[in-house]
């Protein structure tokens, strides 16, 4: 069964610092693999998704995230944080055949923004 | 356009009591989820249903718990008779495509408090 690892609980970043989230995947073959972000009171909202080729992938609100195989990690990053991006993120990974596409998703990451 | 609409927002009931989640999807889309997120078991998938039919229940944690879909626009989830343990914050997400499940909408979600 696939499995998402997200070390990190809490981030905390000054605004206008660049950011990472971590994620790794444990899966037998390359997955599909997501990223989600849930503001406070809200529902989680897709961010951006990975499937296949070029491993750097374009997500909205600024964020991007790259595949590295090698390292069954899938990282999200920004280079500018603003203090709207708040919230709690979640890296998911779903089977890339064969399956129901449903993902499974990490324990979350929350980034605190300060002023 | 309308997202995915649940209600109530907030639920405090009491050990024992019969409690209803309700979900109203986005129009069209054919697929439905309930999901539950609690601080130590992060984000679960209860079930889901495709075209109205519930397709995977292994996610519901025990027979208290049922839900249903009568009809394209409306799904519940009840826990009968609550208990504690089941406070937690309850989603409804949904998919506009069979075969792109990972493509989900939240809702705002339930808060639930079993005292």
């Known amino acids: 069964a696939q499995s998402v690892t997200q070390p990190d609980i809490h981030i905390t970043v000054s605004e206008g610092a660049s950011l990472e989230l971590r994620c790794n995947y444990s899966?037998?073959?390359?997955?599909?693999l997501f990223w989600y972000v849930q503001s406070p009171g809200q529902g989680l909202q897709l961010l951006l998704k990975?499937?296949?080729?070029?491993?750097l992938v374009q997500g909205i609100k600024g964020f991007e995230a790259e595949f590295k195989r090698s390292q069954s990690s899938f990282n999200l990053r920004k280079p500018s944080v603003h203090w709207s991006d708040a919230a709690e993120y979640f890296c998911a990974v779903a089977p890339a055949s064969g399956g129901s596409y449903i993902p499974t998703f990490g324990r979350g990451t929350s980034l605190i923004v300060h002023p | 356009d309308a997202g995915v609409i649940q209600s109530p927002r907030h639920e405090v009931t009491e050990m024992g009591q019969e409690v209803t989640l309700r979900c109203k999807p986005i129009?069209?889309?054919?697929?439905l989820f309930w999901y539950r997120q609690t601080m130590m078991r992060g984000l679960e998938l209860l079930i889901y249903f495709n075209n109205n039919v519930p397709i995977d229940d292994s996610g519901m944690p025990e027979d208290r718990f049922s839900a249903k879909m009568p009809n394209a626009s409306f799904s519940t989830l009840k826990i009968q008779p609550s208990e504690p343990r089941d406070s937690a914050v309850y989603f409804c997400a949904s998919s506009p495509r069979t075969g792109a499940l990972y493509e989900q909408y939240f809702g705002p979600g339930t808060r639930l408090t079993v005292t």
């Open positions: 899966y037998g073959a390359t997955p599909y």
């Open positions: 129009s069209g889309h054919n697929s």
């Open positions: 990975y499937f296949s080729g070029d491993t």
